[in-house]
């Protein structure tokens, strides 16, 4: 099950967007898959936590940019009229739900 879960997890971040971007701007996938890519910045709010990684800890609802306030926000940005908002919102919000796999599969395994 771990590995299922690191897989699931890390491909969720890192290959998962690609696919996305193919999906929605297929003309311009490369570079919107990056700017999706780029949305995983928000992770930078495990900076403020201590300790930094806790394996059994749940980012969503624990981190300011994995809160509800944030998906909000994400969701917002989803009307803005440039392309790069756009997919770095998608980003975002397909980061929280990656991360909403990976709490459901802690609970899982407890």
């Given at each position: 099950m771990a590995l299922l879960q690191f897989v699931l997890h890390y491909g969720g971040?890192?290959?998962?967007?690609?696919l996305i971007a193919r999906l929605i701007w297929a003309k311009h996938w490369l570079r919107v898959?990056?700017?999706?890519i780029a949305a995983n910045l928000i992770d930078l709010d495990h900076l403020l936590a201590d300790p930094m990684f806790?394996?059994?800890?749940?980012?969503?609802?624990?981190?300011?940019?994995?809160g509800?306030?944030?998906?909000?926000?994400y969701l917002v940005m989803l009307a803005v009229p440039r392309w790069w908002v756009?997919?770095?919102?998608?980003?975002?919000?397909?980061?929280?739900?990656?991360?909403?796999g990976?709490?459901?599969?802690?609970d899982w395994s407890r």
């Open positions: 971040h890192w290959l998962f967007p690609f898959g990056c700017v999706m806790d394996p059994d800890r749940c980012s969503i609802g624990f981190h300011p940019l994995h509800w306030i944030a998906a909000i926000a756009r997919a770095f919102a998608i980003g975002a919000l397909w980061h929280l739900a990656v991360d909403l990976d709490c459901t599969m802690q």
